[in-house]
């Protein structure tokens, strides 16, 4: 059996497309693998955050996970704040970590563009401890979206470094991109992923919005002028998006959709698309409302950091007596 991680920070109400591209497969692979699902809430704080709204956003991800059929008798759901062996190895890969490859990373290039003046050290320095996330639990998988490749290969790196250097205790983990709804768009520029960070409210499905501002971000979404239901990404993205998006929620193929909609505008075949995402989500939302302010909610997450520090602690002893950290204590 293989061992998945997979890590989500709290920073707003995931989307559809977290949902379609990554959290509905999870809900399969936990039936095959050993899985971790981990809110990187430590992540989050490279970046300023209200510390209410953060905590919120922590217990409501929890609860999404769970109302998405992530279930706690299969799969392990915890905190990253609240297993500290994540800090503790984070701390340790930054060690052997170069600033050179630090700065070469793609987001820190990004969110730096400005000038560095103000930019946390956190921002230059988390790869390493997304490293330690996966690292800890011998994962041998990691789904993650194109964005996140390069720093999986820093993991990688970093692993084998550490193996190379010091005794091989990592599993060096292999990189999953699901083929399928991995990058659902935008619906207003649908040339771009669809992100809970986007400014623009109507380029985005959160998880938790009613049902008319579903219907309404869909029959908003930028299509054509062509009236045309046709999958062509290069030429026509909007349709290629909303296609996509119609064909995982209603589990019907591409082909089938394009044929069914033959001779048909944009306004019916819209219509159907909100109402698919509609169905999609009305029980997760249900479910989401009754986890939210439970004690399961809270005993699920007590009893995924208890399991994930067993694991995470056992690798980290492993890694200090690599390193020479600490006393080796003569046995009596």
Not at 54 to 71: F, H, P, T, V, W
Not at 203 to 210: E, G, H, V
Request: hydrophobic share 35%.
């Amino acid at each position: 059996m293989k061992t998945i991680f997979s890590g989500i920070q709290p920073s707003g109400t995931l989307t559809l497309g977290n949902y379609l591209g990554a959290m509905k497969h999870f809900v399969d692979l936990q039936d095959e693998q050993k899985c971790y699902f981990c809110i990187v809430d430590e992540h989050a704080i490279t970046m300023p955050q209200d510390r209410l709204k953060l905590r919120e956003n922590i217990k409501s991800l929890a609860a999404l996970y769970l109302a998405s059929g992530i279930d706690p008798n299969k799969s392990t759901l915890f905190i990253q704040s609240e297993v500290p062996a994540h800090t503790q190895l984070g701390w340790m890969l930054q060690c052997v970590s170069y600033i050179g490859e630090l700065e070469r990373m793609t987001q820190f290039k990004d969110k730096s563009a400005g000038g560095k003046e103000g930019v946390s050290s956190g921002l230059l320095t988390y790869p390493p401890l997304m490293a330690s996330d996966i690292l800890l639990y011998k994962t041998d998988i990691v789904p993650v979206g194109e964005d996140q490749k390069q720093h999986l290969e820093l993991t990688r790196n970093l692993a084998q470094r550490f193996n190379n250097k010091f005794n091989d205790i990592f599993t060096v983990p292999e990189v999953s991109i699901p083929k399928v709804g991995a990058r659902i768009m935008s619906l207003q520029e649908p040339t771009k992923k669809m992100s809970k960070s986007d400014s623009n409210q109507k380029a985005f499905i959160s998880m938790l919005d009613d049902e008319k501002k579903i219907m309404k971000k869909v029959k908003s979404a930028v299509t054509d002028s062509d009236g045309i239901v046709k999958y062509d990404k290069e030429n026509k993205p909007g349709v290629a998006n909303l296609l996509t998006i119609y064909s995982i929620c209603a589990g019907v193929s591409i082909e089938d959709l394009e044929i069914k909609y033959e001779g048909k505008g944009y306004g019916e075949f819209k219509q159907d698309v909100a109402e698919a995402v509609i169905e999609t989500l009305k029980p997760i939302q249900e479910r989401y409302h009754e986890l939210i302010n439970s004690e399961e909610l809270d005993d699920t997450l007590d009893k995924g950091a208890e399991q994930a520090s067993y694991e995470a602690n056992k690798m980290l002893r492993k890694a200090k007596k690599a390193m020479g950290l600490g006393r080796v204590k003569k046995k009596k």
